[in-house]
């Protein structure tokens, strides 16, 4: 009954940039860590960016100074905002969402459909 809808990705040139979004909905108590993963074509899928329920971050190192992950608690919404893009970042983002449920202790991993970002002259 959870779902994470991502939007936001697209086409744009080396050095521009792109906002990805993604919101929850559905029963949720509470979010936890929030983050976004990318997977390139014939690559193994990478954590890109995290963002805790207390607001810390962590990044890639790939992307480090150029990406910015964020969340609006109040919208179950977290956001990767891209920077001097690089066809290197080409790939399906995917957002994560650690929750909680109603009538369920445990946090547990959810994950959106993933959207294209594709950066090229």
């Known amino acids: 009954q959870v779902q994470l809808v991502e939007s936001g990705g697209g086409l744009v040139q080396p050095g521009g940039s792109l906002r990805l979004s993604c919101a929850a909905s559905?029963?949720?108590?509470?979010?936890?860590?929030m983050r976004w993963y990318r997977q390139a074509p014939g690559k193994e899928r990478e954590l890109v960016a995290t963002i805790t329920s207390s607001g810390s971050t962590n990044y890639a190192d790939s992307v480090k100074g150029r990406f910015t992950i964020s969340r609006d608690d109040a919208k179950n919404t977290v956001h990767l905002q891209m920077n001097s893009l690089k066809p290197e970042d080409t790939a399906i983002y995917y957002c994560?969402?650690?929750?909680?449920?109603?009538?369920?202790?445990?946090?547990?991993?959810?994950w959106g459909q993933g959207t294209q970002v594709t950066v090229s002259s």
């Open positions: 559905g029963s949720i108590v509470s979010i936890g860590a």
């Open positions: 994560n969402a650690n929750l909680r449920r109603p009538l369920l202790t445990m946090y547990i991993d959810y």
